[in-house]
T-cell receptor
């Protein structure tokens, strides 16, 4: 069966520090991968998506970047965090466009 | 403005009442999905609709996809406290790989 792992669950980082959030998927090959950010009680904002290794589409100009060094690994990074980067970050995967997206447990990031 | 507009943003009702959540767009979608999310967790899929005019039922939940595939609705009959949560619509545009979400509707069902 397929599983998705996202870590860490919570993170408190000072302004100006770097960030690296990792997401890995098991049990499937060549998944579509997604990074979302969610404000409290609101919808999901698509940040990045990838349809293959090294292929990254950015949706929102911002202080973040994403990479897909391996087929089932998706990394969200920042060189210098801003206060506005605080939020709930979710990684997701799907087999194909139009099919169900499966989400990780999320990372609660607080920038102080 | 969001590609998918959900309304209302918040809904508080008494147990046993009915409710409807709307998801609207000016764009055509090849499919629309409805998710439910609990606090601190990722969203979980409830249903996918792909055909214009399609109606799907999941126990007390009824989902409808608009004829033009630009909008969808979620209707809950005789709501229960266990239906409390954040309901999210999401869609794929034709020939696209982006899964775009609406702003969410927070539903609170009071016992």
């Amino acid at each position: 069966s397929q599983t998705i792992h996202q870590w860490p669950a919570t993170l408190v980082q000072p302004v100006g520090s770097p960030l690296s959030l990792e997401c890995t998927v098991e049990g499937t090959s060549n998944p579509n991968l997604y990074w979302y950010r969610q404000a409290a009680g609101r919808g999901l904002q698509l940040l990045f998506y990838s349809v293959g290794i090294g292929q990254i589409s950015s949706e929102v100009p911002q202080n973040l970047s994403a990479s897909r060094p391996q087929d089932r690994q998706f990394i969200l990074s920042s060189k210098k965090l801003l206060l506005s980067d605080s939020g709930f970050y979710l990684c997701a995967w799907s087999v194909l466009a139009g099919t169900e997206a499966f989400f990780g447990q999320g990372t609660r990031l607080t920038v102080v | 403005t969001q590609l998918l507009e959900q309304s209302p943003q918040f809904l508080s009702i008494q147990e046993g009442e009915n409710l409807t959540v709307y998801c609207n767009s000016s764009s055509v979608f090849s499919s629309l999905q409805w998710y439910r999310q609990e606090p601190g967790e990722g969203p979980v899929l409830l249903v996918t609709v792909v055909t214009g005019g399609e109606v799907k039922k999941l126990k007390r939940l009824t989902f409808q996809f608009g004829d033009a595939r630009k909008d969808s609705s979620l209707h809950i009959t005789a709501a229960q406290p266990g239906d409390t949560g954040l309901y999210l619509c999401a869609g794929f545009k034709a020939a696209g790989n982006k899964l775009t979400f609406g702003g969410g509707t927070r539903v609170l069902v009071k016992p």
